[in-house]
């Protein structure tokens, strides 16, 4: 053969990285492209539900094909999931009708379930209400959408993808019939084009990067700043360290011989780059975080609707957190997408009959994801529009739906398509071939205490390590400089204060391999994106650790004000600078003269160290 | 003070820095008075920077205030520092002095006319008015080289990035070092562990004491800085001793770093105010006040529910730090009183409560405003100027809780510290100040209300 396409997936989710990952085990040379970190879109906003059953998939979803595909999870990506079961009830006020409905229809699919009365349910799980009737065990399990997107792009970084983040097409250029080249700009700042909904604000902070020129000294993202580490003196001894700068933004052409839209939510956008139009159904969906985890089965309520969109009440216990969901409605552009403190009420107050102990959760986040759906029904939920074939203009294929637990069937079938393209016949492996490891190895910094514990910890909400943090850093598939892939790496600022205690140590970390301009740029990046889905729960308890950060912040770190330059004298530095026209004094210049010095006090009145007599 | 009769019976609701000065200047007026503080949340203390900041920045100005008397006349007026006048601030400031500055165990310092500039655990500025002496060597604004030593087996501070970014901003030379602490913790975080371990000065593996081993590791790499800075962890109890002590191993001045939280100066501000309190004769009751009695527009007595309080890095048996187990038998006890103070602190700790998109005032359900939908408590930017921050209880001139109307709420209720509202305190850097004042006005006020 010796000719090896080139294909570029677009779309670093579950599914752009599955589809990476299928095409270099199958021998083609892949690069995958993704706006943000990865995650950042879909991905990071979803249950984490492998579902058992396809009627809480998007419609006409074939269930033997669900349930293939949650075992086939289990095998190849053992390490991202736990097996908790789940539960489908009814509550006493639910129609026992409907119900009935659905459990024919289980077992019209040959679903393997379980029937139980409402005392037999809470036997399984202790925190559902007395009002649950009845319920149906289904063997659901639970898997981190973060590590397995992480474990999907590891597989396919160790197989020769290229993956990378914090790049944004801009362009994709037709010409003859044919997509050519693609003009990616990648923005490696910490804040660079981050995967938001609000595509404005992640475009304005790649604007004004650029237009800085990335100066390292000022925050790019607008916040305060710390001062630049470089120092202006010479330092005894000299040795400085060789900061690692980020590269600077640069723009680029992808020759790629085809190219995978695989942006979800956002496939529509990204496929007008080329001219072509794709319809796409969107919706909103509004998932709470809360604190005080009372579950350990996925719980959800049976409640069809007219629409094809399934909706129903879940919660979902993910470690210390659990995650209750959810209110759903469709929107035009993903930049609709948000969450509002009214639906933090009404997510608890659906959930709460089911599992009363919600009532005592705190809940930390609100987080709205983008969910997208082909307009027609398929049987694994998602349609393959081929630009060759709907808009005679060969290489390229738009994805448009799948889901997390259908992804790797997806994914292989936009494989085989692919494959068959260019005529190579090579089978699918995905589902033998376990993913890789998400687990990152840690660096060895790690220390273990006499009672085990692994120290130093740096987010000691969810027990994460320097090693941990410095081994996510590393890895290879990563941005540098951005705290988001540590964070879905390690979980680290997940957990009860959002990273309110851990943030700036997090970010220390990155020192001195980065300046200290480019640590502080990362932190306040990070920051912002913890706070999003903070906002619209701050309506409750959460409210207090929210404040409480803040006067960490505003006092203790001072981060509020802007940067300062000390002097020894304000009035001379005026001075000197008029005289030497060059120089300019900045505002937030401060003179020392002016400040206690620690000589001029009530109390102990000898004089400091080094200015005693000796 | 006056010819008033004094009230005999006070209580105050809160054991923060406003509540024990409220108590404490009570009993000063009023020695023959019961005065009650009711402590709900001493824990709080690990928030604390351990220093008083009277006022760091007003709005018309960029960077830091250096004389934060002064400003005071440029803070809106009826912020609580321009109600009282910043006369009264410098009582307040000379009372808190009169407690604490010639402390055997916890000397404060500090001009109380210009303001200080410290460091930040990140390497910032910030300027504050009284400290700590064991803060007194890491003044940014007194000219002298000094080097910064953290310690591999903790994240609180990284040593490099702090000394680095202080070099890049000061007119000297800040140089910086990470060691090992001499001992392996048993548990993490070890920031508590090791500052019992300075406390007792237990010996190392190799049978050095570990304030000599630590001075060991640490001299090596000393050059001729006059100057040591350590995390914020050498001593709980004997502070001052170990810092001594240090000092004349190293033959330099060493001083500590504020971590963020747990913050140790906080906790020894408290242990000592707490010491205070017991001296001047005034009780202090675990618990948290869950009802109250009014009759004819008085508060007539408290219902407390009372805990009680273990470990939480008290227990030094074995050095291990427990987490602090809070119980409660659910007994409780009414206590009467002429006078009170609501002194509970405002959000962060728990003097207000946010639930389902209503703030209330926790004890004495005073009037909060705030606005209907809570996405306009916050701002979109995780530091911008939050309305949360501004929430708290509205008064008269006289820090009487009122109704929107303005009338007081009940004639024998005082409130201080940052239970107030209308004022965002950590911007402005003036908690601190705004603690001592308002706990000197009230705690005076509330004694002399009687008839």
């Not at chain 1, 916040?223 to 005894?236: D, E, I, L, T």
């Amino acid at each position: 053969m010796g000719y090896t396409p080139h294909v570029l997936v677009i779309g670093g989710g579950v599914l752009g990285t599955g589809i990476a990952r299928d095409l270099v085990i199958r021998g083609l040379d892949v690069t995958l492209v993704e706006r943000g970190a990865l995650t950042a879109g879909t991905t990071g906003q979803s249950y984490g539900i492998l579902s058992s059953v396809a009627q809480f998939e998007p419609l006409g979803v074939d269930t033997k094909l669900v349930m293939r595909e949650r075992t086939t999870l289990q095998e190849i990506a053992d390490h991202c999931i736990e097996n908790t079961g789940g539960l489908l009830v009814r509550h006493s006020d639910d129609s026992a009708e409907q119900f009935e409905q659905l459990q024919s229809r289980l077992d019209a699919a040959e679903v393997e379930y379980e029937h139980l009365d409402g005392e037999h349910a809470q036997d399984i799980e202790p925190a559902l209400s007395s009002s649950v009737a009845e319920a149906l065990r289904v063997p659901d399990v639970v898997v981190d959408p973060l590590r397995l997107t992480v474990a999907n792009a590891r597989s396919a970084h160790s197989y020769g993808a290229r993956i990378r983040t914090h790049t944004e097409v801009t362009e994709i250029a037709v010409e003859d019939g044919t997509v050519g080249s693609v003009t990616v700009e990648h923005d490696p700042s910490p804040a660079g084009p981050r995967n938001r909904r609000h595509s404005d604000s992640g475009r304005q902070s790649s604007d004004s990067v650029r237009s800085d020129g990335g100066t390292p000294g000022r925050s790019s993202s607008g916040g305060p700043g710390r001062g630049s580490g470089q120092s202006n003196k010479s330092v005894p001894g000299a040795g400085k360290p060789q900061f690692r700068q980020p590269e600077q933004p640069s723009v680029e052409e992808i020759d790629a011989d085809y190219i995978i839209n695989a942006t979800g939510p956002w496939a529509r956008e990204v496929a007008a780059l080329a001219g072509f139009e794709v319809d796409v159904t969107l919706v909103a969906e509004t998932v709470l975080t809360a604190y005080g985890n009372p579950l350990e089965t996925v719980v959800r309520r049976w409640m069809p609707d007219k629409e094809h969109l399934t909706a129903s009440t879940t919660a979902v216990s993910r470690g210390e957190t659990v995650l209750l969901g959810s209110t759903r409605r469709e929107i035009s552009t993903p930049e609709e997408a948000s969450a509002f403190p009214d639906e933090v009420e009404r997510i608890r107050n659906v959930v709460t009959p089911l599992v009363p102990a919600v009532e005592e959760t705190r809940i930390l986040r609100a987080d709205c994801g983008v969910r997208s759906y082909p307009d027609v029904e398929t049987e694994d939920g998602c349609l393959l529009v081929d630009h060759g074939e709907v808009d005679a203009c060969w290489g390229m294929t738009t994805v448009i739906g799948g889901s997390l637990t259908t992804h790797r069937h997806v994914a292989e079938r936009v494989a085989d398509d692919v494959c068959a393209k260019f005529g190579i016949r090579r089978e699918c492996q995905t589902d033998e071939i376990p993913t890789h490891d998400s687990e990152v190895p840690h660096q060895d910094s790690d220390r273990q205490s006499q009672s085990g514990d692994e120290y130093p910890v740096v987010c000691e909400c969810q027990s994460v390590s320097r090693g941990a943090v410095r081994g996510a850093l590393a890895d290879e598939p990563s941005t540098d400089a951005d705290l988001d892939e540590v964070r879905i790496r390690t979980s680290a600022g997940m957990g009860h204060c959002q990273g309110g205690r851990c943030a700036h140590r997090l970010a220390a970390e990155l020192y001195p391999d980065y300046d200290a301009a480019t640590t502080n740029d990362a932190l306040d990046a990070f920051v912002e994106g913890r706070w999003e889905g903070q906002r619209p729960a701050l309506g409750g308890e959460h409210l207090r650790q929210a404040m409480q950060t803040y006067v960490v912040s505003a006092v203790t770190m001072n981060r509020t004000t802007p940067d300062v330059s000390l002097v020894p004298s304000k009035t001379d530095e005026v001075r000197e600078a008029v005289d030497d026209e060059e120089r300019t004094t900045s505002k937030n210049t401060v003179g020392l003269a002016g400040f206690d010095d620690g000589q001029q006090q009530r109390g102990r009145d000898s004089p400091p160290w080094g200015e005693r007599p000796i | 003070m006056g010819g008033a009769a004094n009230m005999t019976r006070l209580v105050v609701v809160g054991a923060g820095i406003e509540g024990c000065i409220a108590a404490l200047r009570a009993k000063e007026i009023a020695p023959e008075a019961s005065v009650q503080v009711i402590s709900t949340a001493p824990e709080r203390y690990e928030y604390e920077t351990g220093t008083i900041d009277v006022l760091g920045y007003t709005a018309e100005k960029e960077g830091p205030v250096g004389l934060p008397l002064f400003e005071i006349r440029k803070l809106p007026e009826d912020h609580p520092c321009r109600l009282t006048g910043r006369h009264t601030v410098r009582q307040a400031l000379g009372f808190f002095g009169d407690l604490l500055d010639e402390d055997e165990t916890l000397p404060y310092v500090g001009s109380d006319s210009r303001n200080a500039l410290v460091a930040t655990p990140d390497g910032g500025v910030r300027p504050t008015s009284r400290y700590p002496a064991g803060m007194r060597g890491g003044l940014l604004s007194s000219r002298r080289d000094m080097r910064i030593v953290g310690f591999e087996q903790m994240t609180y501070l990284d040593a490099e990035l702090v000394g680095d970014r202080l070099d890049a901003i000061t007119p000297y030379d800040v140089t910086s070092t990470t060691v090992e602490f001499p001992l392996d913790p048993t548990a993490s975080p070890p920031l508590r562990e090791f500052a019992v371990a300075l406390d007792e000065n237990r010996e190392t593996p190799d049978g050095t004491p570990v304030r000599e081993a630590l001075a060991e590791t640490v001299r090596p790499v000393l050059d001729i800085e006059p100057r040591v800075g350590f995390p914020a962890m050498l001593g709980l109890t004997e502070h001052e001793e170990v810092r001594a002590d240090l000092e004349s191993l190293l033959q330099a001045e060493v001083f500590e770093l504020s971590v963020g939280e747990p913050s140790l100066p906080g906790i020894r501000l408290r242990n000592r105010l707490f010491e205070l309190l017991e001296d001047g004769g005034i009780e202090r009751i675990d618990g948290s006040v869950v009802d109250f009695e009014t009759d004819s527009g008085t508060i007539q007595t408290i219902a407390v529910e009372k805990t009680s309080r273990e470990g939480g890095g008290t227990s030094r048996e074995d050095g291990r730090t427990s987490p602090e187990e809070v119980t409660s038998d659910g007994s409780r006890t009414r206590i009467e009183g002429e006078a009170f103070i609501l002194a509970a602190g405002g959000l962060a700790a728990g003097g207000l409560t946010a639930r389902r998109g209503e703030i209330t005032e926790s004890v004495f359900d005073c009037h909060v405003s705030h606005p209907e939908n809570p996405l306009e408590w916050s701002h979109p930017d995780p530091l911008g100027e939050h309305q949360f921050a501004r929430f708290g209880v509205e008064t008269t001139a006289d820090f009487q809780p009122c109704g929107p109307d303005g009338e007081v709420l009940y004639d024998n209720l005082y409130a201080a510290g940052t239970v107030l509202g209308g004022y965002d305190f950590a911007r402005e850097h003036s908690r601190g100040g705004v603690c001592l004042v308002t706990g000197y006005e009230t705690g005076k006020d509330a004694v002399q209300s009687g008839e």
